[in-house]
């Protein structure tokens, strides 16, 4: 009976052993299992912010091109007297034309205040731009021809300056952005879309 508990005893000794040795190692194993884990995954921080440098250039570029955008735009609205047979159009036309030379003048004096040029920048590759085939049709077009192609042409100019509008806001830093054209830009996206849907509800109605 002796014999029994002391061997029993012994294997219970044994297997406490094999327990406080075991677990040290598993915790070890572990251990060295989620930090090679931890070492494969790939570390991400938050976004790096632009540099002031990398947002002023950003700025003076836009503003330099959404000048030859608008300046596009000033020349679509000008076609309309006289050709347009809808008070809807002309209204459209006129509204855009007066807001487009305000924000003309606010980024003309954007670029003053920086000493950078004034003058458009390069029209080649800016989304949304007429070409000059469209442009002549334009010209020798009146009535409901003219208001539909009208308003298609200046409808996908319009979408063109939004995402000029969305480029510029991104590369300052999204939501987030304060640089001194982000508020411009903000504007800009709630009214141009106000008035992309307004001549899209024109053109339905034809």
Do not use: K
């Amino acid at each position: 009976m002796n014999g029994a508990r002391t061997a029993h005893s012994g294997a219970l000794g044994v297997r406490h052993g094999v327990i406080r040795w075991a677990v040290p190692v598993v915790t070890t194993v572990l251990a060295v299992l989620l930090i090679g884990g931890c070492a494969d995954a790939p570390v991400t921080g938050p976004p790096t912010a632009p540099s002031p440098a990398d947002v002023a250039a950003v700025d003076t570029h836009y503003a330099r091109m959404m000048l030859g955008h608008h300046e596009q735009a000033l020349v679509l609205s000008a076609l309309v007297p006289g050709r347009s047979s809808s008070p809807d159009v002309a209204d459209l036309a006129f509204r855009i034309d007066r807001a487009q030379v305000e924000e003309v003048g606010q980024l003309q004096g954007f670029l003053r205040l920086r000493g950078a040029p004034t003058d458009p920048g390069a029209m080649t590759g800016m989304p949304g731009m007429a070409d000059a085939a469209t442009l002549d049709r334009l010209h020798g077009l009146r009535g409901p021809p003219f208001d539909r192609l009208w308003l298609q042409t200046m409808t996908a100019h319009h979408e063109g300056a939004l995402a000029m509008a969305r480029s510029q806001l991104a590369q300052t830093g999204g939501d987030a952005s304060t640089s001194p054209l982000a508020e411009f830009s903000r504007t800009l996206l709630v009214a141009q879309q106000a008035e992309i849907d307004r001549m899209q509800g024109l053109l339905v109605r034809g």
